[in-house]
């Protein structure tokens, strides 16, 4: 996917004049680097002292040791799955090849790749998935816990193996901020975990190759940190890999400059991506984990160094995590909102491993459980890890203790989030929230007043996900649109408009009318929004315990239009369509469950499931992954002040 002049135009548009001013100087300074690369300083007596503290490596639990070591296992034997495709060559990787579409990405200076474009590179996620280095982080791990160095030699072996096929500023994994930061990170652990083999000094401090690339990639994310309208989650990363090497690498004579400038920029950063509520103001779940794990890795680094870190990380972590908890359903899965592409910050367990209780485990670790959480059964390597280096909050030194939420929360108002909960697992998110953040919302979906209901975890009205993110217009197109979630479209339009696969060039504005979850046996949720000029698209949900039966009522102000209305329902339930009533069924945890979803009669509903021309029926679990599943739409015309009315009623 290539971008055309009407996107750079679209772009610039949605640009302030102090972010155009910092991008002309980030071109220049690409033109001036294509020369200059300048030698790194000097230096001896390097040593690495932010090691594990004794008996971490023992207070991994036996189970989470065992899925990490065969995890292992399978890397050393070459296998491997990124978005869904499966890999058997990681015993001597390729770096620069797609092994989805066969092609390597070009030669020559970082900067003139054409990374977007899939003819010329293959999928670049593809590229920069392994060379984030996170699956030598586990092999790392499996080392620390079981001492065999074979897991150590292999990861020796690829490092060494990447730095001399990626010199600095020379192709494909030079381009993107977040690669190089997290990348920084995962090298920082690789170094912790091998700590006890007799060859880890050798293979970093002892080794000008390693050396180089380290000065290297923390001079790259000085001089290019996201900015503006980009500073997403990217300059999380970018700010937590150069804060993680600074502190933990502090071998270099910028590196105390590094150190306090990744800092600042994570401190202000993690404040500007965070609702006060504690929420990911990208409205994305996925994202919300990863800035979450990139806070508490970096904030490890910090009291492994003793570098104090400002009071309002620790707060923003905090407020993550207890938000974390409280709009998890019962099997702990967060809402699929908005964009997710299975990115995570540090990786250092096997398969299987639940990243929302680890998560949740690290954070009572360090901030300690509230009662109302949920309870977390899994285990992880990760948690006693970290653990063994952050401070526990509001002890120890470490910042006071703040008031925390006494009840679990329902009603999230700046992030115009809302769960209701039921009987039996019975869990809906409402959308209610800002389209997405910062002014092109790259990681947000035409998605406003849409649900997701789920009963025990089992997606029963779906969120269908992502997908994909370059080289697939029209399945991005499809996955980021109107009609690809629980809500109402109008004359066959999205109620934001794109300009681009990250861009938003015009956002719906929504407003949360209701949101009373706190009545006896009913919940209530009333919300709007204009993203349809002259017609306001107004929702209203309510959930009975008593009857366990969720009532949605669309209502459309304003002229006569065409609508279409869809309902998504998650890949385990199977629909049988008769006029304007489905009969849901879904197998659960060995139980068989049912409901019936009466829709509105005005609407002549048809069943969708694997269409391709175009895209419809599709639900994606996770990054380069989807399945068939079934989608429900009505179509027909709005009427007045008549609403639609929908029924979901819960059997068993």
Known sequence: MTM?????????????????????????????????????????????TAVLPAGAIAAVPADAAKRLVATADRLMDGHAEFFGVVRDDLAAPDWWRDPKTGRRAPAGYAFDVPYRDEDAVGDVKQIWEPSRHQYLTVLAAAYAVTGNERYAERVAEHLRSWWAANPPLRGVHWISGIELGIRLLSWVWIRRLLNGWPGAAGLFEGNPVALDQIWHHQRWLAAFPSRGSSANNHVIAE????????????????????????????????????????????????????????????????????????????????????????????????????????????????????????????????????????????????????????????????????????RRRAHFADAGMTVLRGPDGIWCRCDGGPHGFLSIAAHAHADALSLEVRQDGVDVLADPGTYCYHGQPEWRRYFRSTLGHNTLELDGEDQSTSGGPFLWTRHARSRVLVADTSA?????????????????????????????????????????????????????????????????????????????????????????????????????????????????????????????????????
């Open 520 to 652: 006896e046996g009913v919940a209530r949720w009333c919300a709007e929004h204009d993203g349809y000029g002259q017609s306001v698209h107004r929702r209203r949900v309510e959930l009975t315990a008593a009857s366990r039966e969720l009532r949605i009522v669309d209502e459309v102000r304003g002229p006569r239009r065409a609508v279409r209305l869809a309902f998504h329902l998650g890949p385990a339930v199977t629909a049988d369509l008769t006029g304007d009533r489905a009969v849901l069924t879904w197998t659960g945890d060995g139980e068989d469950h049912s409901a019936v979803l009466d829709l509105p009669g005005r609407l002549t509903w048809r069943a969708h499931r694997g269409e391709t021309g175009p895209p419809l029926g599709w639900y994606s679990a996770g990054f380069g992954r989807k399945v068939p599943a079934t989608t429900l739409v009505g179509t027909g015309f709005t009427d007045g002040a008549q609403g639609f009315t929908t029924v979901l009623g819960f059997r068993g």
């Open 239 to 406: 700010a937590a890999g150069q804060f993680a090497a600074a502190c933990a690498f502090d071998w270099f004579p910028s590196s105390a400059r590094w150190r306090t400038g990744a800092l600042r920029s994570l401190e202000r950063n993690l404040r500007a991506n965070t609702f006060p509520s504690g929420l990911n103001r990208e409205l994305a779940g996925e994202y919300h984990g990863l800035v979450l794990e990139l806070g508490l890795a970096a904030v490890a680094e910090a009291d492994a160094a003793a570098v104090p870190v400002p009071r309002t990380v620790r707060l923003v972590l905090l407020r993550m995590t207890d938000a974390l908890a409280a709009v998890v359903d019962d099997r702990l899965r967060p809402p699929r909102q908005g964009d997710g592409d299975d990115g995570h910050g540090l990786v250092v367990d096997g398969a299987g491993t639940d990243r929302w209780a680890s998560l949740l485990a690290t954070g009572e670790a360090v901030f300690g459980r509230l009662a109302w959480w949920p309870e977390v059964t899994g285990t992880d390597v990760r948690t006693p890890l970290l653990a063994a280096l952050l401070r526990p909050y509001g002890r120890s030194g470490s910042t006071p203790a703040v008031t925390r939420p006494a």
């Open 4 to 48: 055309s002049a009407g996107w750079y135009l679209r772009r610039l548009s949605r640009m302030g004049p102090r972010e155009v001013g910092g991008r002309v100087g980030d071109a220049a300074r690409r033109r001036r680097w294509r020369t200059e690369v300048p030698q790194r300083p000097v230096v001896s007596g390097a040593r690495f």
